[in-house]
């Protein structure tokens, strides 16, 4: 069974960080690309960036981009992002799924960020 659950989402000031982790199990992991998107309430899923399969080219969404740092741990088969200089809307809830960029698919379960101004 394939498992992406994401942890690491709280509530946080604007300006403050967060960093979100995902836990993948039931793949072989190091042969996927794997992504960050998110859900605002009332909205589609927003791809947010993406990392190649042994973590040497990532891609991230201008929204984002200069402030988010995705990366990975291949041996832990661990998804990372690390939010900086976050913004209110940034509020979403975060999910990883597999593949890269538009071409994500199977989301998991995700993690709520809330950002106050």
């Known amino acids: 069974e394939v498992q992406l659950q994401a942890s690491g989402g709280g509530l946080v000031q604007a300006g403050g960080s967060l960093r979100l982790s995902c836990a993948v199990s039931?793949?072989?992991?190091?042969?996927?690309?794997m992504s960050w998107i998110r859900q605002a309430p009332g909205k589609g899923p927003e791809w947010v960036s993406s990392?190649?399969?042994?973590?040497?080219?990532?891609s991230y969404a201008d929204s984002v981009k200069g402030r988010f740092t995705i990366s990975r741990d291949n041996a832990k088969n661990m998804l990372y992002l690390q939010m900086n200089r976050l913004k209110p809307d940034d509020t979403a809830v975060y999910y990883c799924?597999?593949?890269?960029?538009?071409?994500?698919?199977?989301r998991g379960q995700g993690t709520q960020v809330t950002v106050s101004s």
């Open positions: 990392i190649s399969s042994g973590g040497g080219s990532t």
């Open positions: 799924a597999k593949g890269g960029g538009n071409s994500w698919y199977d």
């Open positions: 039931g793949i072989t992991f190091d042969d996927y690309a």
